[in-house]
């Protein structure tokens, strides 16, 4: 139990142009789900917690309108960046977190290239 | 915010060898530690966590040890195989506004030598 997925896997897009990820719990509902970038060799950094039905909580740095969050059920959550610039180059990994317990699970992430 | 630090960057050990990360955190309400195994390119797999209310826990060959006192907790692996060559994460998290939420440490990439 407590899959989560991701789509798409992988991207490549021009600079200016949006993108959209989507994240998935397949068997389990995620009243609050996270939305996580990791560049290469470092750490996982948290970018925004997406609560179903409500509005994203962002970190400190991160831009609400270029990241857009929707959580629009209790089992998708999105992200989308929009007018992408190489810079937003990254591995992007969401996670769920099962309802009652503390645990977070995974998805397989979406590796994101801007040309 | 809480900051966590995780040592040593790179671990290199002889099969059969027992690894330790450590990390230590900076808030003292952080109750939740989990610790994740990242293989290259793919999704944290969450290994072992332990809570605020236990000092230890052990499950095979990977044990965690907490102490809330000095705020530090480590992960211990036993008789290493090589395909626990990877990087692993700690995180120290605490429940806010209904989710939990964790910070993680900088990561330790572990090589297991045949």
């Known amino acids: 139990g407590a899959v989560v997925s991701q789509h798409p896997s992988r991207v490549i897009c021009k600079s200016g142009t949006s993108v959209k990820i989507e994240c998935r719990s397949l068997d389990f509902q995620a009243t609050t789900m996270f939305w996580y970038r990791q560049f290469p060799k470092q750490s996982l950094m948290l970018m925004a917690t997406?609560?179903?039905?409500?509005?994203?909580?962002?970190e400190q740095g991160v831009e609400k309108d270029k990241f857009l969050i929707n959580h629009a059920s209790l089992t998708l959550s999105t992200l989308t960046v929009t007018s992408a610039h190489p810079e937003d180059s990254s591995f992007y990994i969401c996670s769920a977190e099962v309802q009652g317990r503390e645990t977070q699970y995974f998805g397989p992430g979406t590796r994101l290239l801007v040309l | 915010g809480e900051n966590v630090e995780q040592h040593p960057s790179t671990l290199s050990v002889q099969e059969g060898d027992s690894a330790v990360i450590k990390c230590t955190y900076s808030d003292s309400a952080s109750n939740y530690f989990p610790w994740y195994k990242q293989e290259l390119g793919k999704r944290p797999q969450l290994i072992i966590d332990i809570r605020s209310n236990v000092g230890e826990k052990k499950d095979q060959r990977i044990a965690v040890t907490l102490n809330k006192t000095a705020k530090h907790f480590s992960l211990h692996i036993t008789e290493t195989q090589p395909e626990d060559s990877a990087v692993y994460f700690c995180a120290a998290g605490k429940r806010s506004g209904g989710y939990q939420k964790v910070t993680f440490g900088t990561g330790t990439k572990l090589q297991v030598i045949p």
């Open positions: 997406s609560n179903e039905g409500s509005k994203a909580t962002y």
